[in-house]
């Protein structure tokens, strides 16, 4: 099974991968997670370090694909995850996309990409065109990561707006949405009410999910010294059997952008807590302008 996850930038995607692909190796399977982000950390908390990426390697073999062996890409992560790392090119040289296109060459070359039960995709924020789309041509599903806000929701609705248009030459679902950092999920619920798409997990706002990212740790390992974090990890094995049961999953018919600036909008205009009393002031002194030129 194949699976590519996105997301509005900064949303948490890397952290919440890493600790589904733990949660998937705990029930069982062989996972490798592939950071396709030139920043090339979406696998730090599996390895507690930047590992060597893939275009590291071609430069050091001089881009002789054929000259790349598994060994020389893959490092073992915590839980018995394996990690690789697209990388890219320097910031503001080269095409990012291009090489997070490339990378699944050396290891089909080298048959690495045959070997696992699970491949899971971590895609730099919510770019879904150009090479940053190439893990969708091999992708069973696609996992959106969202919180409860504006901004996150207005991305994914544009990243199932592509899983739409790719699911029209390549079997491609999406399995759901997963809410991170959020104590609420009426938003959420809002935005599948009106575009339906599988909910499959609404993570907690948790301050330790935040510092594992900086301790280079997944949860699962934080938690064999804080116990208190099991219940977090339980909703990550949650996931995990969800995707596990090979879900239908859904091709969405996103929500055309004005109306879901409406829709989001008219939604904090109106909710009881956003009326201006919270903030101090009158509801008549709330505005919004969502014009589109």
């Known amino acids: 099974m194949k699976i590519a996850v996105y997301g509005k930038g900064g949303i948490g995607k890397s952290t919440t991968s890493c600790n589904i692909s733990i949660a998937l190796a705990r029930r069982g399977r062989k996972v490798l997670q592939i950071g396709c982000d030139p920043k090339h950390d979406s696998t730090f908390t599996l390895t507690g370090f930047l590992i060597p990426t893939i275009i590291d390697t071609l430069q050091v073999k001089d881009y002789h694909y054929e000259d790349v062996w598994p060994e020389d890409v893959i490092y073992k992560g915590y839980g018995g995850v394996d990690c690789v790392e697209a990388g890219g090119p320097p910031a503001g040289a080269g095409c990012g996309g291009y090489v997070v296109g490339e990378t699944v060459k050396p290891l089909k070359e080298s048959n690495a990409f045959y070997e696992y039960d ?30 409860n806000g504006f901004d996150a929701l207005f991305a994914a609705n544009r990243i199932a707006a592509s899983v739409r248009e790719k699911s029209h030459t390549h079997p491609l679902r999406l399995a759901g949405l997963v809410g991170n950092r959020t104590f609420e999920r009426d938003l959420i619920d809002k935005y599948v009410e009106a575009c339906p798409m599988p909910v499959l997990e609404v993570l907690p706002l948790v301050e330790d999910i935040r510092v594992s990212r900086v301790k280079g740790k997944t949860l699962f390992e934080m938690a064999e010294y804080q116990p208190n974090l099991n219940y977090v990890c339980d909703f990550h094995l949650n996931i995990a059997d969800q995707i596990l049961s090979e879900p239908e999953g859904v091709v969405p018919r996103e929500i055309p952008d004005r109306e879901l600036f409406s829709l989001l909008s008219d939604f904090y205009l109106n909710a009881d807590f956003r009326s201006g009393n919270e903030f101090g002031c009158n509801q008549q002194d709330v505005s919004l302008d969502f014009t589109i030129i």
């Not at 899971?120 to 150009?130: F, K, N």
């Open 118 to 147: 699970i491949i899971s995709s971590d895609v730099l924020g919510d770019v879904a065109c150009g090479g940053f789309a190439a893990p969708l041509n091999y992708a069973d599903y696609r996992i959106i990561i969202t919180d």
